[in-house]
């Protein structure tokens, strides 16, 4: 992500926040908007920083240096540039880029948070809201990585090696900015496991794309995409949407009873 692009990425968690004033119910507020969206925020922040979200990313972080700072991210690049790189992949992976870029996604999530406001209850701005919150959590971590790893582009000739501070392309931007929207879809329509395992997949289009183009190697672009899978779980965690693992008595049979086993992602 350039400077210009980090910059903007700032500017509309700023938008982000303000608009935050959009998460109410339809029993409406309990405290003052402003109050109420500091409020979400430090739920969403507390849960993104909490134990296990850590040991995830520290798990994330762990596997990404092994491709970085092995041959294996060279590998993996050049085998895809050479075998699956076409120009129908291209085509592909200039619609899926667009996802990524702040000016689209950034725009359409805050529209979508606004609408809560006028509208509350409905999925489109639910998703909205909770797009907007991750966006909120995830830049910060996203765009302090993206330096302090300071792996080099695949263009640099350089290697994926990370070298502190050294560059910028650590995490990938466009991974998880086009990420977010497509995973809060996913939790918005958990009941509805087309739309969500949909969403899901699509939420990978970007990253990949990234790879096409030769833009980033797969530790950056899977950086990207988990660190927007973390950022949205965080938002849903915090308003106690996420179970992670519940065991419920269910009916086996016409005469029997048993105990079902149920883990949340």
């Not at 004033?21 to 402003?34: D, L, M, Q």
């Not at 980033?216 to 950086?223: T, W």
């Amino acid at each position: 992500m350039t400077a210009t692009a980090a910059r903007m990425a700032v500017g509309a968690a700023v938008l982000a926040g303000l608009l935050l004033a959009g998460v109410r119910t339809a029993e409406g507020w309990e405290r003052s908007p402003f109050e109420e969206a500091l409020a979400t925020v430090g739920r969403d922040y507390r849960t993104f920083y909490s134990a296990a979200p850590l040991a995830r990313t520290g798990l994330a972080l762990g596997g990404g240096a092994l491709l970085a700072n092995t041959s294996a991210d060279g590998r993996l690049q050049d085998a895809y540039q050479r075998r699956l790189r076409s120009d129908g992949t291209d085509r592909v992976s200039a619609v899926a880029k667009n996802f990524g870029e702040g000016e689209f996604a950034f725009t359409t999530v805050l529209l979508a948070a606004g609408f809560n406001a006028l509208e509350p209850g409905t999925r489109f701005g639910d998703w909205g809201v909770h797009a907007s919150r991750a966006y909120l959590v995830g830049l910060p971590p996203m765009l302090v990585l993206q330096r302090a790893l300071g792996s080099s582009r695949p263009s640099d000739n350089n290697g994926s090696r990370w070298r502190f501070a050294d560059r910028a392309a650590g995490v990938s931007g466009h991974a998880f900015v086009g990420a977010v929207p497509f995973l809060a879809l996913a939790r918005v329509y958990e009941d509805r496991p087309v739309i969500r395992y949909t969403a899901v997949a699509a939420s990978l289009l970007t990253a990949w794309s990234r790879v096409n183009d030769d833009a980033h190697y797969v530790s950056q672009a899977g950086l990207g995409w988990f660190l927007a899978w973390e950022s949205v779980r965080a938002t849903f965690v915090a308003d106690g949407r996420v179970r992670r693992f519940a065991v419920q008595p269910a009916a086996v049979g016409p005469d029997g009873f048993g105990l079902v086993a149920h883990l949340a992602w």
